[in-house]
């Protein structure tokens, strides 16, 4: 079965300052990996996905994402952040052999500080 | 282009009620169909999912159902709710094949 653990449910950063999300994966095939980002009461957004294609994947707002076999992870960076980026974000990962199912980290809520 | 609508964006019911939530996807066919479930300071927990009408896989055994009477149709059911089922419900779909998931606004269910 496929999991996902992100390490620091809080991250509380400077703006200006590199954001550092961390996800790591377990899976017994070539997974799918996600992240995505929820502000308050909507709906979740996708911020980027890594397919198996190029390891280092980047998405909007500026944020990019490495995905590392050696480490089973697939952290999320920014190398400047904004107070609009504070929110929400979850890395989910799907299994690479046509399984359906979407499964989800806990999230890490994004703090930023002026 | 593709768009998901789930409502409503909030509801109160009282304990022992029972519950509908829809969720209707437009411009794609035969898509994947996602319930998610999103308690406070938690992640999400996947309900249930659905890879065609009337084909339902649950994932947690819990007071809640689900059904897909069309094809771009996904409804979530109680027949009696809990207090333990409040919380922000999330629909989502997915085209067939590997690939990422889309999601509705949300629906805040208040038990009380």
């Known amino acids: 079965a496929q999991s996902v653990t992100q390490l620091g449910s809080h991250v509380s950063v400077s703006e200006g300052a590199l954001v550092l999300l961390r996800c790591n994966y377990s899976?017994?095939?070539?997974?799918?990996l996600f992240w995505y980002v929820q502000y308050p009461n909507q709906g979740l957004q996708l911020l980027l996905k890594y397919t198996s294609a190029a390891t280092l994947v980047k998405g909007i707002n500026g944020f990019e994402a490495e995905f590392k076999k050696s480490e089973t992870s697939f952290h999320l960076t920014k190398p400047s952040a904004h107070m609009s980026d504070a929110a929400e974000y979850f890395c989910?990962?799907?299994?690479?052999?046509?399984?359906?199912?979407?499964?989800f980290g806990s999230g890490t809520r994004l703090l930023v500080r002026p | 282009s593709q768009t998901i609508h789930q409502w409503p964006a909030t509801l109160v019911q009282p304990v022992g009620s029972p519950l509908s939530l829809e969720c209707t996807v437009e411009?794609?066919?035969?898509?994947?169909l996602y319930w998610y479930r999103q308690a406070a300071g938690r992640g999400l927990q996947l309900l249930f999912y659905s890879v065609g009408i009337g084909q339902i896989s649950s994932e947690v055994p819990q007071n809640l159902s689900a059904s897909r009477p069309q094809d771009r149709q996904f409804i979530l059911s109680s027949k009696k709710l809990l207090l333990s089922d409040s919380g922000f419900y999330l629909c989502?779909?997915?085209?067939?094949?590997?690939?990422?998931?889309?999601f509705g606004q949300g629906t805040r269910l208040t038990v009380v």
């Open positions: 989910a990962v799907r299994r690479g052999d046509s399984s359906y199912k979407l499964i």
């Open positions: 899976s017994s095939v070539p997974p799918y």
């Open positions: 989502a779909w997915s085209p067939q094949g590997n690939t990422e998931a889309f």
């Open positions: 411009g794609t066919s035969n898509p994947n």
